[in-house]
């Protein structure tokens, strides 16, 4: 069961950049819960993450497997990323971009974290079911 980190807990984030790569190669199910957590943030910046896949962990995809709404504040978000229809997808990993604007300091400064854990099947079965 795949239960990993795609940010670590409590990174600061002050410019745009990517996250280690995340096997997922030996997950049974394909459908994945990607969490983001942002626990710090001020005003007037805004937060973007990407999940991009690989067959080898080296070369990522040219367009995003998933896009999380633009984020402005402290929140918790929850996104499924279905990759039942990508068998060759064996990584993943986080892509961000961050922008200030306004009053203070130019550099953003997110505090946030992001996880990435397997659906069991049972669970999507019993979904589909109701």
Known sequence: MIDSAIIPANTVITAKGDGDPVDISSAENRVFLVSL???????????????????????????????????????????LLDLRGEPDIRFVRAHWKVNRWGRGS?????TVSAKVREVPAAVLRETSAK
């Open 106 to 110: 130019e550099t953003p400064a997110f």
């Open 37 to 79: 957590d942002i626990v710090e943030a001020v005003e007037q910046e805004s937060f973007d993450l990407s999940i991009f896949g690989s067959t080898d962990g080296q070369t990522w995809t040219p367009k995003a497997l998933l896009e999380f709404p633009q984020q402005f504040y402290k929140s918790q978000t929850p996104i």
